[in-house]
């Protein structure tokens, strides 16, 4: 697996903040399969919902290089910080 990300963050008011992000990445069977030319890039904007317990994150991802009969994107949610 090859994971590139990013996250910029915005406080927005109270307990929320906005994110950007861009992601680059793949999976692959072994080290040697690994090609540059078949990583993935996403980028998107979300929501987090800060409080003392836990944050809560609400996610849009779009892909950059969608291949035919793929879905523009997807929305996910998550719990915690990834990073």
Do not use: C, H, T
């Not at 906005?18 to 793949?26: L, P």
């Not at 999976?27 to 990583?39: A, P, Y």
């Not at 919902?49 to 523009?72: A, C, H, M, S």
């Amino acid at each position: 697996m090859f994971i590139f990300n990013n996250e910029l963050r915005y406080p927005l008011f109270w307990i929320f903040d906005a994110v950007s992000f861009v992601d680059v990445g793949n999976v692959f069977r072994q080290v040697s399969d690994f090609r540059f030319g078949e990583l993935r890039e996403a980028a998107g904007f979300g929501l987090r919902l800060r409080n003392p317990f836990v944050v809560l994150r609400f996610d849009y991802g779009f892909k950059l290089d969608r291949r035919p009969g793929e879905k523009i994107g997807a929305f996910f949610f998550s719990i915690g910080q990834a990073f």
